[in-house]
């Protein structure tokens, strides 16, 4: 869910489409399908005369926040599919 | 503002050919067919001749199109902006100033026919309310869900504070054993009724999200329990169906936005 000054803007509820081994991956799961929405946001707003900086996307799990900040390499999470991975590279470089 | 004719009568293209309609055949030169000049309605072009049209005209007029949403068009003059919203032929202008906004109505009705609603109360039926002072803007459903609820019979139902209980668990263990429940359920217009919840949930009613992506799995094999869990979506909203979302402006640095994401996973 996506807010801006309180309104709700977006929003999506979703069936997980994998069976996840982790509650951790869950989460970054979750993560990843938001900052998908995010880049789109982003866009809307750069592309016309509006001004919004990297947002800003609150999550509910800290192991999973760790994960999506830390790119580093853990044995625990290599099960983890590449492509949702992509919240790491959202977060290193706050969308182009 | 509404276009009143847009789809029809746009220059075509493509070469198309009809056959020559029951009736009005020439006659000896029955093998013939018709070359359109123009586009019908209901031919797949049409739509798109109609948009191609619109783009080339506002474009002219100055605008820029939304990289990221292309039927969002914006202009600058000074400090006064114009954010031209389309929806196949529904537009909305939003705007600063209000003088600005007249002559471009001026120049979009001498290009198209078109109708000037005034401010708008109601979009893609959703109704706006306003209040200008305290900067807010509402947007609900409140007709809709009125709609849908006189359609699936339950405008007199007893409304329920939650649209879904939490013990409820939906499996598609519970598709009809018997011949008889198959034929029961057969009679229910589940698919209808999931579809008419899911636009109120994709425009205004968050609320329900969850409950109509659950309810959405079941479509080919339902049982009783996903029937009357759809029913019980139906009277949470007869009991709530003013809610809307509440938007409101910030005062000073309207230009600067924050936009703030959740995410949760359970």
């Not at chain 1, 509910?60 to 044995?75: M, V």
């Not at chain 2, 075509?12 to 067919?33: A, D, H, P, S, T």
């Not at chain 2, 070359?35 to 605008?63: A, E, I, N, V």
């Not at chain 2, 079941?218 to 009991?239: A, D, N, P, Q």
Request: with cysteine.
């Amino acid at each position: 869910m996506f807010n801006l000054f309180g309104g709700a803007v977006s929003w999506m509820s979703k069936k997980q489409s994998v069976v996840a081994l982790s509650t951790t991956k869950v989460e970054y799961m979750a993560s990843t399908h938001a900052s998908k929405e995010e880049v789109w946001l982003q866009r809307l707003c750069s592309s016309t005369w509006l001004v919004q900086g990297a947002i800003r996307i609150d999550c509910d799990s800290q192991s999973a926040i760790f994960l999506a900040k830390n790119p580093a390499y853990h044995s625990k999470t290599k099960h983890i599919d590449v492509q949702y991975h992509f919240v790491r590279d959202m977060t290193e470089e706050p969308c182009t | 503002m509404y276009v009143k004719t847009t789809i029809f009568h746009e220059d075509l293209e493509e070469e198309i050919y009809m056959k020559q309609l029951e009736g009005f055949v020439v006659k000896g030169k029955k093998e013939l067919v018709c070359k359109l000049k123009k586009s019908l309605y209901g031919l797949k072009q049409s739509p798109r001749m109609w948009y191609q049209k619109f783009d080339t005209f506002t474009t002219g007029l100055g605008f820029t199109r939304c990289k990221a949403d292309h039927c969002v068009y914006f202009k600058l003059i000074g400090v006064h902006v114009i954010c031209l919203v389309l929806y196949v032929d529904d537009m909305l202008l939003v705007r600063n100033d209000k003088e600005i906004i007249q002559d471009l109505k001026t120049q979009l009705s001498s290009k198209f026919d078109m109708q000037d609603l005034g401010a708008e109360n109601y979009i893609l039926g959703m109704e706006i309310k306003r209040d200008w002072e305290k900067r807010k803007l509402w947007l609900n459903q409140r007709k809709y869900v009125e709609t849908i609820l006189q359609r699936f019979n339950m405008q007199d139902s007893k409304s329920v504070k939650v649209p879904i209980l939490i013990d409820v668990k939906l499996s598609v263990e519970q598709c009809p054993k018997t011949q008889e429940e198959e034929e029961d359920m057969s009679r229910v217009p589940y698919a209808s009724a999931v579809g008419s919840l899911m636009y109120a949930m994709v425009c205004t009613r968050l609320d329900i999200a969850h409950v109509v992506g659950v309810l959405s799995r079941f479509m080919s094999e339902l049982g009783k329990e996903h029937w009357i869990t759809v029913k019980r979506v139906f009277r949470y909203l007869r009991g709530t169906s003013d809610y809307g979302l509440c938007y409101q402006g910030r005062l000073g640095f309207y230009r600067v936005l924050d936009i703030r994401g959740f995410v949760d996973a359970d």
